[in-house]
C-alpha cells in the first residue's frame, strides 16, 4: 500500500508545482507593467491575459483527451497507439491554432464587445492579443504534450518545462522592456518568446527521451482512431463550455450585488484555486494511474489506487478547511489593505473552508474518469451540477444573497462529485 501513496505523490507533487507555477505568465506581465507608470498599460494586460484564458480554457480537452488515451495505450504497452495520440494531438492542436490566428480578427473584437473593455484600453489590450495569438500553436502544442507525458507518469517534464517558460519570460520581458523601451509590446513579445521556447523544449524531450515511433498522416486519420480520439474530446469540451458557463454567472451574479461583493468574491475565490491547484496534481496522478491500470487490465490496481486517491483528497480537503477556517481573516489582510473589503469579506470567510470538503471528490473523479476516458459520464455530471447550481441560485438567491450564491456553488460542486461516485460504483471499467 505504500508503493501506491509513493506512485500517487511522485506524478502529483511535480504536477502541483507546475499548475501554481503555470498562473505566473500572466502575472508577471501585470508586474512589469505595473511599474511603467500608466493604469491602462495594467489594464490592457489584465484584459488580454482573460481573452486568452478563456479561448485557452476551450482547448483543454487536448491536455486531458492525451492524457487518458496514452494511459491506457502505454498501461497496455502498445506503443503504436502512444504515438497515435501524440500525433493526432499534434495534428488538432496545429489546426485548432490555425483557424485562431486566421480568425483573429473576429476573436478579437469579439472578445472585447464581450467584455465591454473602456475606449483606450481597448487599443492596447488589441496590440497585446495580436502579438499573442502567434503562440496559440505553441500553447495548444504544449497542452497535448503535457497529457502525453503526464499518460506515461511522466510529471516532471511539464514542471520543468513550466519553470523554463516562466524564467525566460522574465529575462526576455524585462530586456524587452527596460532594455529597449518596447513597453507593452515588450511584454507581448517577452511571453511570446517563452511560449514558443517551452514548445520547443517539448519536441526536445520528445524527440531525445521517448522516440516515438513514426506514425504515417493515414494511420493518424484513421477513422476509428479519429473516431474515438474526437468522442472523448468532444465531451471534454462540451463540458468546459458547462463549467465556463457557472464560473462566469458567479462573477456576473457577484458584479450584480455591487463592486464590494464583487471584490470580496474574487477574494474568496483566490482561497478555491490555491485548493484546486493542490487538488488537481492529485486529480492528474488519477489520470495516469487509472489509465494505465485499465490499459494493463488490472482491476485490484485500480481498485486500490482510487480507495487511494479518495483517502489523499479527503485529507487535503481536510488540512485546507481547517486552515481557512482558523487562518481565513490573516489570509485576507494578506491579501488586501483595504479594511471595508475586508470586513465585508470576513461575513463570507466560512465559506472559504466549506467549499474544500464540497468538491474533493469533484476533482478527484475528473481525474479518475479523465484515465478511463469515460468523458460522457463527466459531461453528464456537470451538466446535472450544472442544473443544481443554477436552481439553487434562483431559488436560494433572493432570500440570503451572496450567501445564496456561495452555498449553489457548493452544492454544485458536491454534486459534481456524488454523481460521478455513484457512476463508478454502478459501471466500474474493469
Given at each position: 500500500m505504500k508503493g501506491i501513496y509513493r506512485d500517487i505523490i511522485r506524478i502529483a507533487v511535480p504536477s502541483i508545482i507546475t499548475n501554481i507555477t503555470t498562473p505566473l505568465l500572466s502575472l508577471l506581465d501585470v508586474v512589469i507593467v505595473g511599474h511603467l507608470g500608466d493604469q491602462l498599460f495594467i489594464a490592457a494586460i489584465a484584459v488580454g491575459g482573460s481573452m486568452f484564458n478563456m479561448i485557452y480554457w476551450l482547448f483543454a480537452f487536448l491536455r486531458m483527451?492525451?492524457?487518458?488515451?496514452?494511459?491506457?495505450?502505454?498501461?497496455?504497452?502498445?506503443?503504436?497507439?502512444?504515438?497515435?495520440?501524440?500525433?493526432?494531438?499534434?495534428?488538432?492542436?496545429?489546426?485548432?491554432?490555425?483557424?485562431?490566428?486566421?480568425?483573429?480578427?473576429?476573436?478579437?473584437?469579439?472578445?472585447?464587445?464581450?467584455?465591454?473593455?473602456?475606449?483606450?484600453?481597448?487599443?492596447?489590450?488589441?496590440?497585446?492579443?495580436?502579438?499573442?495569438?502567434?503562440?496559440?500553436?505553441?500553447?495548444?502544442?504544449?497542452?497535448?504534450?503535457?497529457?502525453?507525458?503526464?499518460?506515461?507518469?511522466?510529471?516532471?517534464?511539464?514542471?520543468?518545462?513550466s519553470t523554463l517558460i516562466n524564467v525566460s519570460n522574465i529575462l526576455i520581458s524585462?530586456?524587452?522592456?527596460?532594455?529597449?523601451?518596447?513597453?507593452?509590446?515588450?511584454?507581448?513579445?517577452?511571453?511570446?518568446?517563452?511560449?514558443?521556447?517551452?514548445?520547443?523544449?517539448?519536441?526536445?524531450?520528445?524527440?531525445?527521451?521517448?522516440?516515438?515511433?513514426?506514425?504515417?498522416?493515414?494511420?493518424?486519420?484513421?477513422?476509428?482512431?479519429?473516431?474515438?480520439?474526437?468522442?472523448v474530446n468532444i465531451n471534454i469540451l462540451l463540458r468546459t463550455l458547462c463549467l465556463i458557463c457557472v464560473t462566469v454567472w458567479f462573477t456576473r451574479a457577484g458584479a450584480s450585488q455591487g463592486s464590494a461583493i464583487l471584490a470580496v468574491n474574487l477574494l474568496l475565490m483566490q482561497f478555491f484555486s490555491m485548493f484546486s491547484y493542490f487538488m488537481d496534481g492529485f486529480a492528474f496522478a488519477g489520470e495516469s494511474i487509472a489509465g494505465n491500470c485499465i490499459g494493463r487490465r488490472d482491476a485490484a490496481a485500480l481498485s486500490e489506487n482510487v480507495r487511494a486517491l479518495l483517502r489523499i483528497g479527503t485529507v487535503t480537503a481536510l488540512v485546507f478547511s481547517v486552515i481557512y477556517l482558523f487562518a481565513g481573516d490573516f489570509l485576507l489582510n494578506f491579501m488586501t489593505d483595504d479594511a471595508g473589503i475586508r470586513d465585508a469579506a470576513s461575513d463570507y470567510v466560512y465559506w472559504a473552508a466549506v467549499i474544500p470538503m464540497a468538491g474533493f471528490m469533484a476533482f478527484t473523479w475528473d481525474g479518475i474518469f479523465i484515465g478511463a476516458t469515460r468523458t460522457r459520464d463527466m459531461l453528464f455530471s456537470v451538466g446535472g451540477a450544472m442544473i443544481v447550481f443554477f436552481?439553487?441560485?434562483?431559488?436560494?438567491?433572493?432570500?440570503?444573497?451572496?450567501?445564496?450564491?456561495w452555498l449553489a456553488f457548493a452544492l454544485y460542486l458536491a454534486v459534481r462529485?456524488?454523481?460521478?461516485?455513484?457512476?463508478?460504483?454502478?459501471?466500474?471499467?474493469?
Open positions: 483527451g492525451a492524457s487518458g488515451l496514452t494511459a491506457q495505450a502505454n498501461g497496455a504497452s502498445d506503443h503504436e497507439a502512444v504515438a497515435q495520440v501524440l500525433w493526432r494531438g499534434v495534428t488538432v492542436s496545429l489546426a485548432a491554432s490555425a483557424i485562431l490566428i486566421l480568425l483573429q480578427g473576429i476573436v478579437c473584437r469579439l472578445g472585447l464587445s464581450v467584455m465591454d473593455v473602456p475606449s483606450g484600453t481597448d487599443l492596447y489590450a488589441a496590440r497585446y492579443f495580436y502579438i499573442l495569438i502567434w503562440g496559440a500553436p505553441a500553447v495548444l502544442l504544449n497542452y497535448t504534450f503535457t497529457g502525453w507525458f503526464l499518460g506515461q507518469s511522466d510529471a516532471r517534464s511539464p514542471m520543468w518545462i524585462l530586456f524587452l522592456v527596460y532594455g529597449l523601451g518596447l513597453k507593452i509590446e515588450g511584454v507581448a513579445y517577452g511571453t511570446l518568446s517563452a511560449q514558443w521556447i517551452g514548445a520547443v523544449a517539448g519536441v526536445l524531450v520528445i524527440v531525445f527521451r521517448y522516440q516515438p515511433r513514426r506514425v504515417s498522416l493515414r494511420n493518424v486519420l484513421q477513422r476509428a482512431g479519429l473516431r474515438s480520439y474526437a468522442t436552481a439553487a441560485y434562483f431559488f436560494l438567491s433572493p432570500r440570503l444573497e451572496n450567501h445564496g450564491l462529485g456524488v454523481i460521478l461516485h455513484l457512476l463508478w460504483k454502478r459501471h466500474s471499467p474493469l
